[in-house]
């Protein structure tokens, strides 16, 4: 007879019968903590006979039913912890319950469990049972305190004394060498395995046993994250061996970065032959628990591996003669002045005795890497699931131009975002590309855009089909997600775009998303899951007989002609951890093969021959953060996201001032099939973003915080600057007329949150200060700039056209950046035009068309609203003419505008 992992005392009485709720936690981790923290004020009260005793127990009981089933996913505090918490509550010795809670939830807080194995004798002042099974006493095995820690999830239907084998066998095979320490959690089903994963970011291994059932006992919300849209029927008659395998995948695609292992009783030949690539290794029925227990560690190692982050520390820490260039090699500049010495004490000496130009001595060369570099990159491309990655040590502008030279030709014809990173349109002058510029979806009332709707990549693709310039496309560039959080559907966008030209070639600008990858339901939009997907589908027999049948075929690549074509340009040090300036490039290009020289040209171009070796050194540990803690911590990134829009609207006062704009804002109904216009919804949960997430053209990223400060009469330059930075400290990331952007990140903590809320709750009390108090005058005041921040915003202008000298015809829109450009660097081809003066639109009046000489980019919203070749239209003067802000690139406040003279443009060849 099989025994339950978890047995809990009938004794305690749970509300929910159907299984607990997960509220509306996003995380729920979250609401483990948060229930463990009121759990111990309650019991502190119930303790101490403070309030109504009925009601605290009934409180009490209610948090033990809870945690209940979460616990059973944790090995801290474990069953036989946690059993001895139900025993004193059913006992009611409410002085040592209230004494152990309060121990879990200071180890839990401070997580000290991860550094000593706590026992239940470590914790509860009297335990009347001092026998500790082995898995409780981690901690106290020599030589182990401090090593990192994880969790090693068992799938195994077993009986008690099954699992204590279990923990025994892997206990013996522990070494005091082991650079590791981890715990057992044994779960009895293929549901409880899926429900652990997503739950449990301590978990880093996964152990299947061959024959486990498919039901959990437990109806948790969590299942339906990896559920959702898969034949649970199916799954449950699956034998065996398919139902092991199908868990693998459904492992693998929720958390790839997991090591997951098969145990099995049937014939390993023949299991090992049937398995997938989800399995790192086959064991036969646990024969060698050494075996199992160094697979484990070695999983774990290649993730935490560094290898040049490892090289560089071992080069800094060796005696080194130094006549080569850099004096301040190894601190010697610094450590010999009398002048400058405060450099290294605010520095510290590592980062100096880590400064080198050397190549050799156990280092690298990033432009031709052969050692600690091409592994670390490898294990790069491994993390964020591309077939080859690329440290730029740059930034994104400078890994967006390596891609766009590497890719494109002259006279090739690329589709662009308009409202891409200004680097997109510099390239294009760099690459003599033909550009068709793709306008998004404007939100007038907030002066930003959204994104570009499918519908109008389709129309530019089929226009240049039916003109006969088919061939010469090449290349389309997005950003995804855009600036203000807007995400596209790539695998949609590739497939649509693929049915009509399939060859070619896809830039995901994803300088803000490179968090994705490491975020199950996020994951799915991003450039590399989305060719990794369509790749596969379309080498696929199913998807042939589909392609077969199909009688309209005008939205299915042909699979004999398909070729997945992508690249993504990531800002690591925008949203993971990296030193500023560190950014990578992700290729899965099936004929990369076909463009590698070009790209090794390329990557030769516009990368130094002198590197920085400490932004190198902080991608490769960023890289390993994210493999072993990503989960965590980007799951916490989008609670804390959740909680500060939770905050400001449920607050009467915060969300009379302000508000955070929504998905109903930002992104039109027609993009949003699903409807969705709130993230949590208490009757269907979190399903209704599962859908949208899945189906929808368009999503917003809940961690782009558009905060909407219209009501203040505020313009946003001023509300950034006076309000939020002098006043409170607070950096944001952008602002419009009306708004403010902020973001959360995996370093956002709960206390920052705290401090954004309280200065807002500051600010809104001012404002309402200043309302009650104003005068007649001051409010007529008032009213004028709520008018200029919400009512009298110029309308977002789309962009007009290239001139005609930059045009091959009028059929098609596409326009030569390149030639334009070269012709704006002659001072005697050009002359100025100021804004603010009327010489501009008597010009205008006049017909004449002004025609840009240079880039022009106002800083928000960053990029070119003007290019060279462009026609000035009186809806771009007049949106520059309003805009908040001061900084305007390519503008020159003491000339104007610079653009081409009617005569360099009538003395240019057609």
């Known amino acids: 007879m099989n025994q339950k992992v978890f047995t809990p005392t009938p004794a305690v009485k749970t509300p929910q019968a159907q299984g607990p709720s997960l509220s509306g936690h996003y995380l729920s981790s979250r609401l483990r903590f948060d229930t463990w923290n009121q759990l111990k004020i309650a019991a502190s009260h119930l303790a101490a006979g403070h309030g109504d005793a009925a009601r605290l127990r009934q409180e009490v009981g209610r948090g033990i039913g809870l945690l209940e089933p979460i616990e059973s996913y944790w090995a801290f505090p474990g069953r036989v912890i946690f059993e001895q918490v139900v025993r004193l509550f059913d006992d009611g010795h409410y002085h040592r319950l209230s004494y152990l809670v309060q121990r879990i939830v200071r180890a839990l807080t401070s ?8 026992t239940l004798a470590d914790l509860d002042e009297s335990a009347d049972d001092g026998a500790e099974p082995a898995s409780q006493s981690g901690g106290q095995r020599a030589g182990i305190i401090d090593r990192p820690y994880f969790e090693v999830l068992v799938v195994d239907d077993t009986n008690y004394e099954g699992e204590q084998a279990l923990r025994e066998g892997l206990e013996a095979a522990r070494r005091p060498e082991d650079p590791f320490q981890y715990e057992v959690v044994v779960v009895p089903s293929f549901e409880d395995a899926l429900i652990a994963v997503l739950m449990n970011f301590n978990i880093q291994a996964v152990v299947v046993r061959y024959g486990m059932p498919f039901r959990s006992r437990h109806q948790l919300e969590v299942l339906k994250h990896c559920l959702h849209g898969l034949d649970e029927e199916r799954l449950e008659s699956l034998d065996p061996t398919e139902r092991a395998t199908m868990l693998g995948k459904l492992i693998a695609e929720q ?37 199992l227990h160094l697979s484990l560690l070695r999983g774990v190692r290649s993730r935490f591996n560094t290898p040049f982050f490892k090289a560089l520390r071992e080069y800094a820490e060796q005696p080194t003669g130094v006549f080569h260039a850099m004096p301040i090699s190894r601190g010697k500049s610094i450590i010999k002045s009398n002048w400058i010495q405060d450099m290294a004490r605010f520095y510290g000496m590592n980062i100096f005795l880590a400064e080198t130009s050397a190549t050799s001595g156990g280092l690298d060369s990033l432009l031709d890497p052969h050692g600690p570099i091409k592994e670390a990159q490898a294990l790069m491309a491994r993390a964020f699931g591309s077939r080859k990655s690329y440290f730029v040590t740059n930034g ?32 294009m002058a760099l690459t003599g590309a033909q550009v068709v510029y793709l306008d998004a979806y404007p939100l007038h009332d907030y002066s930003m855009y959204g994104a570009v709707p499918l519908q109008e990549i389709r129309k530019s693709l089929l226009e240049l089909k039916a003109a006969g310039k088919l061939e010469r496309v090449r290349l389309i560039i997005l950003t995804n997600c855009t600036f203000d959080g807007i995400v596209y559907h ?69 699979p004999a002609q398909v070729r997945v074509r992508v690249y993504a340009t990531q800002s690591t040090h925008k949203t993971l951890t990296s030193l500023r300036q560190g950014s990578m490039i992700h290729v899965h290009d099936q004929d990369f093969q076909r463009v590698e020289g070009a790209f090794r040209d390329a990557y030769m171009t516009h990368t130094s021959t002198s590197p920085n070796y400490q932004i190198l050194a902080s991608l490769d540990i960023g890289r390993r953060q994210v493999e072993l803690e990503g989960f965590e911590l980007v799951g916490k990134q989008i609670e804390m996201a959740f909680t500060l829009r939770e905050q400001i609207k449920l607050h009467p006062l915060l969300a009379k001032w302000f508000g955070f704009l929504t998905m109903r804002q930002m992104i039109p109904a027609q993009f949003r099939p699903s409807g969705m216009e709130m993230y949590y919804n208490p009757e269907l949960g979190w399903s209704a973003m599962l859908d949208a997430w899945e189906n929808d053209e368009f999503v917003l990223d809940p961690t782009r915080l558009t905060l909407y400060i219209g ?48 200065a807002l709750v500051d600010l809104a009390n001012e404002f309402e200060q200043e309302l009650e108090d104003a005068s007649p005058s001051r409010q007529r ?29 009028d059929a098609t829109p596409e326009g030569d950046i390149r030639s334009a450009y070269f012709l704006g660097t002659d001072e005697d081809n050009c002359e100025y035009f100021r804004i603010d003066e009327d010489d501009i639109d008597l010009a205008m009046r006049g017909g004449r068309e002004l025609v840009a000489a240079s880039f022009l980019t106002p800083y928000p919203p960053g990029f070119p609203v003007l290019v060279p070749g462009q026609i000035v239209s009186r809806e771009i003067l007049q949106y520059l003419r309003a805009l908040d802000t001061k900084e305007i690139h390519g503008y020159q406040a003491d000339l104007g505008i610079r653009v081409f003279q009617a005569a360099a443009l009538e003395g240019m060849n057609p």
């Not at 502008?397 to 002259?410: C, E, H």
């Not at 939009?525 to 199909?550: G, N």
């Not at 008018?787 to 045009?807: E, G, M, N, W």
Request: net charge positive; glycine share 4%; with cysteine.
């Open 781 to 809: 005041a008032r009213a004028r700039a709520l008018q200029r921040v919400t009512a009298q915003l110029p309308p977002l202008p789309d962009f007009s056209r290239f001139h005609k000298r930059f045009r091959d015809g």
């Open 396 to 427: 994104t502008t400078a890994a967006n131009k390596i891609v766009s030279q590497a890719l494109v030709r002259p006279g090739d014809i690329v589709l662009i975002d308009r409202d891409c990173h200004k680097s997109h349109h510099y390239s």
């Open 490 to 558: 790539p695998l949609r966008v590739m497939e649509q775009c693929l049915a009509i030209k399939p060859d070619l070639l896809f830039l995901w600008d994803e300088a803000w998303f490179a968090f994705a990858r490491f975020a199950p339901t996020y994951r799915r939009r991003t450039a590399m899951y989305a060719a990794k997907f369509l790749q596969e589908k379309y080498r696929s027999a199913e998807y042939a007989e589909e392609f077969a049948r199909s009688t309209d075929k005008s939205l299915l690549p042909d």
């Open 255 to 291: 958390r790839p970065e997991l090591d997951t292992y098969l145990v099995t009783d049937v014939s390993l030949e023949d299991t090992a032959g049937e398995r997938t690539s989800a399995f790192r290794r086959v064991f036969y029925q646990q024969e060698d628990y050494l075996e």
């Open 711 to 758: 009501k203040t009469g505020v313009d946003g330059d001023t509300f950034k600057k006076k309000y939020l930075m002098d006043r409170h400290g607070i950096q944001v990331n952008k602002t419009t007329m009306n708004s403010v952007l902020f973001m959360t990140n995996i370093g956002t903590t709960r206390s920052s949150v705290a401090h954004l809320i309280d």
């Open 111 to 118: 997580r000290s469990y991860r550094k000593r194995g706590l």
